[in-house]
């Protein structure tokens, strides 16, 4: 059973793991998925030790939903039992994978296509039903060859349902590979993939939303976690760039909430603000002008 | 695709999998997703998956093998944990139930978890017995995610890098499956800079002369005599080619960062 804030409700399915957080009623539901930080995971230092979410998110409109990533292989019936527990059968769906090289994002896309009423997905890459057959299905290549796939820029929006909710899709400022950022203006909420997934927990029930009641992270741990993950090469960068990149999504989204691929989601006006300003504060001592860049061992944590 | 593979590109290594193309600023260009099989006396480790698109031919190149007489598959062993590189470990696994997954094993428990208990952890240092040669984890000095290994076979020095020395290819030039010294057209600071910019981000933010330094160090400390990168064009003389791969490191850190699969704008589409 996961716990969560009063704020935010949450829903479970007797037998199975994971909850749905309902970050808007009829909107934005995010299925939550924890996994063990044992050392045994890529996306968090190898010394962290707790817990975390695999978040993936559903939005909702009476015609349409639209499921951003589709996580790991082994939560598949979970999320396909919560999406089937707030979608009416054959609504149409479309999938947003925000990184297409991790399992994280894109494991179940394969299944889902062949599950659901599929009728598109949203990608970077046109040739994204490539990145998706991992064998799940004997029919799987042939479920992702008929999938539709709608290329989006790295500025782009695009409409859930016909009354055209807009979602705005951005190029990452601050990136491993090719990721995108959604910004829906619905909700004032800002999908933000491998950014912002700074914070977990001690223990499997969460709670897995930070809000104003709960916000004790420190600039020195965000920093920390930057450096012991997949943020490791900041140390010296030139970050007069990003940190412009970053400012300008927050100067044109208006968010309340960040709703990281994974990690816990950050929620409220005064949440979303101090963890914005504290990555900023980071990424400039980080820069050229203060640090400098050197050689950074594998397992080197700082 | 080629028919040039499986080719042998040391003795007992053989480079098999297929070309991905990638659009780039209006251009095509072509770059592998390689996986290499190893051959030892008594059995045999599969360095890395190839793309998720790619198993059939993985498969096939492998059947080739074996009936080659190749040692069974033993090990699979993949530097990473982006799909590029282990896509196809959940079919590796089924097709060969014998084989064990070895390196840094982070996450694949929760991507195939029904694959845990043939999972083997990996430390720097350690390696796979292969028979005659073994292949070890070596210190990853150019990589994206921190759960990075390098492989290295001991018997003919061969040095598996993933995401080190990566670089497109020209496929209109006929570069498929050839090595890197056999691609006389190819053009190593444009295809660098291309691949840093789909791929490699980090590289325009960091001091890519300390990173070459290292590599350079690596590969005096361990007697590299060929890489097998997983995306760009095997290097087999290293003295002629690794120079001119650390020139498009540095030339691709200093041009400025373009954007990722620029494409038809969804309003355009039809």
């Known amino acids: 059973m996961l716990t969560q804030t009063a704020s935010v409700p949450v829903r479970t399915m007797p037998g199975m793991e994971g909850g749905i957080a309902v970050l808007a ?12 930080l044992d050392g045994r995971v890529s996306s968090y230092p190898a010394s962290a030790r707790g817990y975390s979410v695999a978040n993936s998110y559903l939005l909702t409109q009476s015609d349409a939903a639209m499921l951003i990533d589709t996580g790991f292989g082994k939560d598949e019936p979970a999320i396909r039992a919560q999406i089937e527990s707030l979608i009416a059968p054959g609504l149409p769906l479309s999938l947003f994978p925000l990184r297409l090289n991790e399992f994280m994002s894109i494991n179940n896309v394969e299944t889902f296509a062949g599950h659901f009423n599929v009728e598109q997905c949203y990608t970077s890459n046109i040739d994204a039903a490539l990145w998706f057959d991992f064998g799940a299905k004997a029919d799987g290549r042939s479920i992702l060859d008929a999938m539709p796939v709608t290329a989006v820029t790295r500025s782009d929006t695009i409409k859930l349902g016909t009354k055209g909710r807009p979602i705005d899709v951005m190029q990452a400022p601050l990136r491993l590979i090719a990721t995108r950022w959604l910004y829906d203006r619905t909700t004032r909420t ?16 969460g709670p897995w939303i930070v809000t104003a009641d709960d916000d004790t992270t420190s600039a020195r741990e965000l920093r920390s976690f930057l450096l012991n993950t997949r943020y490791w090469w900041l140390e010296g960068a030139p970050t007069a760039a990003i940190r412009r990149g970053i400012a300008a999504v927050f100067d044109q989204c208006d968010v309340e909430t960040i709703a990281p691929g994974y990690g816990c989601i950050l929620h409220g006006r005064k949440v979303v603000a101090r963890h914005v300003e504290m990555l900023d504060e980071v990424l400039a001592g980080l820069d ?15 | 695709m080629t028919g040039r593979m499986p080719r042998e590109i040391a003795p007992g290594v053989f480079w098999i999998g297929d070309c991905l193309a990638q659009r780039h600023q209006g251009k095509i260009y072509h770059a592998y997703n390689a996986a290499f099989l190893v051959a030892g006396e008594t059995a045999s480790v599969l360095v890395e998956t190839g793309h998720p698109k790619d198993f059939p031919v993985i498969e096939r190149h492998l059947s080739e093998l074996f009936a080659r007489g190749a040692p069974a598959l033993k090990y699979l062993f993949v530097t990473h944990q982006e799909t590029p590189h282990c896509g196809g470990l959940g079919r590796i696994l089924q097709r060969f139930p014998e084989a064990i997954l070895c390196g840094d094993v982070s996450d694949y428990h929760l991507a195939f978890p029904h694959y845990e208990s043939r999972m083997r952890w990996m430390n720097e240092g350690d390696a796979i017995d ?22 290295f076979d001991t018997g003919e020095r061969v040095l598996f890098p993933g995401d080190g020395f990566a670089y497109s290819h020209y496929h209109q030039d006929g570069h498929c499956g050839l090595v890197a010294e056999e691609a006389v ?6 295809v660098s800079a291309v691949f840093a910019d789909l791929a490699l981000f980090w590289t325009k933010f960091a001091n890519m002369d300390a990173y070459c330094d290292r590599l350079d160090h690596l590969i005096e400390r361990l007697g590299v005599k060929t890489i097998a990168p997983t995306h760009g064009l ?16 540095k030339y691709a850190a200093q041009v400025p960062e373009s954007g990722t699969n620029e494409k038809v704008p969804v309003a355009q589409q039809t």
């Open chain 1, 25 to 36: 009623e009829n909107k934005v539901y995010a299925l939550q998925h924890p996994y063990a």
């Open chain 2, 130 to 151: 292969l028979g005659g040669r073994s292949l070890m984890a070596v210190e990853p000095v150019i990589r994206d995610l921190r759960t990075t290994w390098w492989g």
């Open chain 1, 288 to 302: 050229k002008s203060v640090a400098v860049s050197r050689y950074v061992a594998r397992d080197e944590e700082r």
């Open chain 1, 190 to 205: 800002l999908f933000s993939s491998d950014m912002f997934t700074h914070v977990w927990r001690a223990h499997r029930d």
């Open chain 2, 234 to 249: 095997p290097i087999t003389d290293l003295k002629v080619t690794v120079p001119k791969v650390k020139e498009g490191l």
């Open chain 2, 185 to 190: 057209s190819l053009d190593l600071p444009d």
